[in-house]
C-alpha cells in the first residue's frame, strides 16, 4: 500500500487496517501487508505505514508520528494522575522488553512489538 498522506481519522485508518487484514470470502489467510511512504505519513497515516508488516520509506519522504490525545475527566485527581502514570510506566516497560527481546534473538529481522516482527527499510535512489 502506498501512502501519500498528511493523516486524518485514527478510526479510518484502523478500518483500512482491518480491511487489509480481513480474510477473502472463501476464508483464505490475507496476504502480507507492505506499506511504502512515498512523499509524507504523518499523524493517523504514520500509524498505518507502521502496521504494514513489511515497512518501506523513501529517502525523500517525510514521516510524522506524534503521541494521541486521550479525552480526561473534568477534574484531574492526584490518584487519577498516579494511575495513569503507573499504566504508562508499565506498557513502556512491556514495550522496551519486546524490543530487547527481539534485539536477543536474530537482530537483522528488524524489531518486534508485542510478539510481531517488523522490518524497516529505507529505499537508496540508485545514480
Known sequence: MFIDSNGGSV???ELILRLLRATNQDGDEPCSIITVAVSRASSAAADLLSSGDYTVAYPEAKLLY????????????????????????????RYAMSLRESQNGDSSSGFSHFGKNFKNTALTSAT
Not at 490525545?69 to 508499565?90: D, G, H, I, Q, Y
Open 11 to 13: 478510526a479510518v485508518a
Open 66 to 93: 506524534h503521541g494521541v490525545r486521550l479525552p480526561m475527566p473534568s477534574s484531574v485527581t492526584a490518584e487519577f494522575a498516579t494511575l495513569v502514570s503507573e499504566n504508562l510506566k508499565s506498557s513502556n516497560h
